[in-house]
C-alpha cells in the first residue's frame, strides 16, 4: 500500500490584502516613483478594502503613527509625484475641517463614497498612469498594414485564379 503524502498547508492570511496588477507595476509610470512614493502608494493600498477606492487620506497625523513617515513634506511630495505618474488622483479638496481624499487609478472609484467626493465615481478605472506609455512607433505600424493588405490582394487573387480555372 503506498504512503500518503502530507501536504503542508499554506498558513491563512489575517488581514486584508492589496494587489497591485502587474501592468501597473511594469509601468513607466511605476517604475519612475521615488522610494517615497512608491512606499506611500503602499500605504494607499493598506487602507484600501475594495469598496472605499475614493476616500483614501494622507493624513500626516495617521501616517506618522500607523505607517512610520517623519515628515510631512516628504508626504507631500510623494502625494503630488503619485498624482504627476497618474497612479492617484484627488477625489475630494481638503478645507475647513475637511482632509483631501484620493483614489487609486487602477481601480474603479466606488459609488459608495459619492457622497464624499467632488468628482463622480467610475464604472471602470480611469488608469491615468498609462499616459506615461510611450506611443506604438507609426512607421512600423503602417508598414504593418500594407504588408497584410498586399498579402490579402495576393490571397484575393489566387483564390479567384483557382475558381475561374475551375
Same mark, same amino acid.
Given at each position: 500500500m503506498p504512503k500518503k503524502v502530507k501536504v503542508k498547508q499554506a498558513p491563512l492570511v489575517v488581514g486584508g490584502y492589496f494587489a497591485i496588477p502587474h501592468q501597473v507595476t511594469g509601468s513607466i509610470a511605476y517604475r519612475s516613483l521615488s522610494s517615497h512614493a512608491a512606499k506611500l502608494l503602499i500605504d494607499f493600498g493598506s487602507y484600501y478594502r475594495g469598496n472605499n477606492n475614493g476616500d483614501l487620506s494622507a493624513s500626516f497625523k495617521i501616517f506618522k503613527k500607523e505607517r512610520g513617515w517623519k515628515s510631512s513634506g516628504t508626504l507631500a511630495r510623494a502625494i503630488k509625484e503619485l498624482i504627476k505618474y497618474g497612479l492617484i488622483v484627488k477625489t475630494r479638496q481638503g478645507g475647513k475641517n475637511k482632509?483631501?481624499?484620493?483614489?487609486?487609478?487602477?481601480?474603479?472609484?466606488?459609488?459608495?463614497?459619492?457622497?464624499? !467626493?467632488?468628482? %463622480? %465615481?467610475?464604472?471602470? #478605472?480611469?488608469?491615468?498612469?498609462?499616459?506615461?506609455? #510611450?506611443? #506604438?512607433?507609426?512607421?512600423?505600424?503602417?508598414?504593418?498594414?500594407?504588408?497584410?493588405?498586399?498579402?490579402?490582394? @495576393?490571397?484575393? @487573387? !489566387?483564390s479567384y485564379a483557382k475558381n475561374y480555372a475551375n
Open positions: 482632509c483631501c481624499l484620493y483614489g487609486l487609478t487602477f481601480w474603479k472609484l466606488n459609488e459608495e463614497c459619492a457622497l464624499k !467626493m467632488d468628482i %463622480p %465615481p467610475t464604472v471602470k #478605472p480611469t488608469n491615468n498612469w498609462k499616459r506615461f506609455e #510611450p506611443l #506604438p512607433n507609426i512607421e512600423e505600424s503602417q508598414a504593418r498594414v500594407k504588408d497584410r493588405v498586399e498579402k490579402e490582394i @495576393i490571397r484575393g @487573387i !489566387m
